[in-house]
Structure formats: structure tokens, C-alpha cells
């Protein structure tokens, strides 16, 4: 997709796929020139595994980058925080001391992020190219090592517990996703409001279609 942004032409380009373990792998990214650059990337597993989501955020404004990574629990309790935080607090810790903390950040966002969440606001594009990458790739493979690990739930209520906090996550993420005035802008609002429900945080849809 093509639109304008100040005279200048931006490219939207997205990709999903899927796996047994993972409801949807996906990307969506945004190329304006040196000064805007916006890769979204989140993997939803299947309902029927607790699996954390993963989401990265690499985006680049003219007045800097902001860096999101993380895998996004789906509870908080300790047994929980053991089995998907834990084991990656020693990546975040290594990878924090190269990209410090990135300030203020919403309160009601809090709930959706886990203690390993890496937000940093590097200054020099040097650095999103080397450590944010480094950072990138370690996370990433620590989650495909618990994909790799997980096995199906078979207990109803727990499936019913995934379900919902899957459900409120997307809600969550549809309802204040910070594109959405870009989007808009360059598109439209129709066309925004569907690639939000539609592509980018599609569960609901995807289950009445089930």
C-alpha cells in the first residue's frame, strides 16, 4: 500500500504466516525515507498453548528511535513468570546495559508487558544496527526455543483463561495503537480501521470465521 506523508512516499507492506504452535506471525512495515521507518512484528500463538507473544517495535522518527522488544505475558502469576520471564532476565539485563531504559511509559500499558521488557530510545543509528539487532535475534530465538518447549493445554478452564487474556491483550493493542493517526493520515480512515481489525490484531475475526 502507497500513500504520502508531507510530499514524501511511503510504502506499507505487510506479511503474515502461520505454524501448528503460532496462530499468526506477523509484520507490517512502513518505509518513508531515512526519517520514517516502522517495523511492527508480534507472533500470536494458538489458543490452545500459554505461550507469551513476542512483539518488536523498531521505529524511526525524525527525532530518534524508539526500540520495543518483549514477550508479552498472558499472566503474571509466579508459576507463570517462572517458566517465560525468568529465563530471559539475564538477555534483558545483558542487552540493557547498551540500551538503557527509554522513560516514561504508559500506566495502563503496564499490565501487558513483562520484566524483561526492552524499551530504549538510542540516539545513534549505529546502535539500532548492532545491539538493537543483537538484542532482536537473541529474543527472538529465546522464544522460539519455548515454542520449540510447548506442549498443548488440555484443561478447559486454562483454555478458557489463554482465551480471554489473548482477548483482552488484542483489545487492548487494536484500541490504542499508536499508528493509527499515520495510518489514517496516509490512507484513510476506513482502510486504517480495517488493517487494524483485520490484519494487525484480527482474533476476533478470525474466530467468528471458525
Known amino acids: 500500500m502507497t500513500g504520502r506523508e508531507r510530499q514524501q512516499r511511503v510504502v506499507t507492506s505487510s506479511y503474515a504466516f502461520k505454524s501448528p504452535k503460532l496462530r499468526q506471525i506477523r509484520a507490517a512495515h512502513v518505509q518513508g525515507g531515512s526519517s520514517l521507518q516502522v517495523l511492527n512484528f508480534v507472533i500470536f500463538p494458538q489458543l490452545t498453548y500459554d505461550l ?3 512483539g518488536a517495535d523498531l521505529v524511526t522518527l525524525p527525532g530518534g528511535h524508539l526500540i520495543a522488544l ?16 525468568e529465563p530471559i532476565l539475564p538477555l534483558f539485563k545483558s542487552h540493557q546495559q547498551h540500551l538503557p531504559w527509554g522513560g516514561d511509559f504508559p500506566e495502563e500499558a503496564k ?4 520484566p524483561a521488557f526492552l524499551w530504549t530510545r ?4 549505529e546502535a539500532v ?3 538493537v539487532f543483537s538484542a532482536f535475534k537473541d529474543y527472538l530465538q529465546a522464544y522460539l526455543n519455548f515454542v520449540e518447549q510447548a506442549k498443548p493445554i488440555t ?9 480471554q487474556a489473548q482477548r483482552r491483550y488484542i483489545a487492548y ?17 476506513a482502510w486504517t480501521e480495517e488493517y487494524i481489525h483485520g490484519f494487525l490484531f484480527d482474533l476476533e475475526r478470525q474466530m467468528v470465521t471458525v
Do not use: V
Open 52 to 54: 507469551p507473544f513476542f
Open 70 to 85: 518483549d514477550m508479552q505475558p498472558l499472566f503474571h502469576d509466579k508459576a507463570y513468570q517462572q517458566q517465560y520471564t
Open 111 to 114: 499490565p501487558f508487558f513483562s
Open 122 to 125: 538510542p540516539q545513534e543509528t
Open 129 to 131: 544496527i548492532t545491539r
Open 155 to 163: 484443561d478447559s478452564q486454562r483454555l478458557e483463561d489463554i482465551l
Open 173 to 189: 493493542r487494536a484500541d490504542k495503537d499508536p499508528a493509527r493517526g499515520m495510518f489514517t493520515r496516509l490512507y484513510g480512515q
